[in-house]
């Protein structure tokens, strides 16, 4: 345990040295503050970019809104929907799953509700909720699906932001630097 503790301690110094030596290299305070007026910052930096990519895909882009008869949870999320679509303008179209089975079958949606995110004259689709989703979730999640159907994201920096680009957040960063001063 001894042998463990000091090991870990001698990473910590020098992780903490490096840390503040090439601050510009890794601070994560840059995008991710902990300060208060940081924080209050980068959240209104984040729903600035959220709300502005929803308006421009409103034109190309769609929801399909999947439900089913007596569903209460489904009509909760109409409610939500109802909000967004006055707030975004998009188009909304409801699929009762039982009426209509193909597309459910087509889609492979069992359960209701369930949000999918389509683009005009694409196949690919994303889930963007499969349950009852508040608006700020819907929010988040739709930016997200909008940007990996457009290609702006993969897996390896799907929860990352534009203003994260070239950060410390972002995990390809480093591959687009060239070589680092630490680096012998």
């Avoid at 290299?25 to 959240?43: H, K």
């Avoid at 999640?141 to 909008?146: S, W």
């Amino acid at each position: 345990q001894d042998v463990a503790r000091r090991k870990a301690l001698a990473y910590t110094h020098a992780s903490m040295y490096v840390n503040q030596k090439y601050s510009d290299l890794f601070s994560v305070n840059q995008v991710y503050p902990t300060a208060e007026p940081g924080i209050t910052a980068r959240v209104r930096m984040q729903q600035n970019e959220i709300e502005q990519t929803i308006s421009r895909a409103g034109a190309d882009h769609a929801l399909l809104f999947f439900t089913s008869p007596g569903c209460g949870f489904c009509e909760k999320q109409v409610q939500i929907l109802a909000y967004f679509q006055e707030k975004y303008g998009w188009q909304i179209k409801t699929v009762d799953i039982r009426q209509n089975s193909n597309a459910a079958a087509r889609f492979n949606v069992t359960t209701t509700p369930t949000l999918l995110l389509i683009e005009k004259g694409r196949e690919e689709y994303m889930t963007v909720a499969t349950g009852v989703i508040a608006m700020s979730e819907l929010e988040r999640k739709l930016y997200r699906a909008i940007r990996y159907l457009q290609g702006a994201t993969k897996n390896d920096n799907f929860l990352m932001y534009d203003f994260q680009k070239g950060s410390t957040l972002d995990p390809t960063s480093i591959l687009n630097k060239g070589k680092q001063p630490w680096i012998k």
